[in-house]
């Protein structure tokens, strides 16, 4: 029997749904699987092998900050907190190590998976190819919105992905922070990890992109202070690192 066009259309499009149906369940396994997993099992798995980092292991800011040189801080700096300087963390590494509730991934608005910027393609290696097959099916994500998935091999246990803007826009990029910690919130993960979100490949001012993380952060857990453990602003360029130790001195003073 000789099928029309029309008709061979739409088995071709039977059959393409048919194959999303297929990845999306086998995604769906994976990720129960490694929910599951004891994790002295799961540690096996882990790409950075024995080099994972626990929570224990990242000092909180008011620890990091014994060897620092201090800052003079100005009159509009925010008020000391001993409760906030334990709740925010520096960690100087690869954020793909860190065994903790969730990561963020700065990525891209198709959620391609490590095409666009070194941080995506680093997280993605590390999970496995059941990552990306779970950002396929969650059908894009605008720019300043978020969206978490499971993170597989991963030593964290999700990933939240967020789309952060091309040029300088506070604003976007003050929502891939902030929509980022909601879904944390609400899904009662004590612990996080940021990334520099679009100071990469996207050119964002680091300095300009840091007043906006430390900002965020500062206010949301002052309005949220028993949501979150630890908020870890995960760092890899010693630009980075430079800006952070002293921009930390403002928005959480010591």
Known sequence: MRLSLPCLRQELHSIQELAFVLKVMDFLKEKVKYMDMDRDEKRAMYLCKNSYVTL????????YSKNLNKVDSSPDNYE???ILNSKVSLFVGDITTL???SIVNSTNTGL??????????????????SLLAECLSLNSCPRGEAKFTGGYQLPARYVIHTAGPFEEESELLRRCYLNS??????????TIAFPCISTGVY??????????????VREFLQKNPCAMDRVIFCLYQQADVEIYESLMQNYFPL
């Open 80 to 82: 000391k907190d001993e």
């Open 56 to 63: 224990d292991e990242i000092p909180t800011w008011r620890e």
């Open 99 to 101: 065994e903790i509730d």
């Open 112 to 129: 391609l998976g490590g095409f666009y910027t070194q941080v995506d393609g680093a997280i993605h290696s590390a999970a496995g190819g």
């Open 203 to 216: 050119a964002y001012p680091k300095e300009k992109a840091a007043h906006v993380a430390l900002k965020t």
């Open 181 to 190: 910690l909601d879904i944390a919130k609400r899904k009662g993960w004590k």
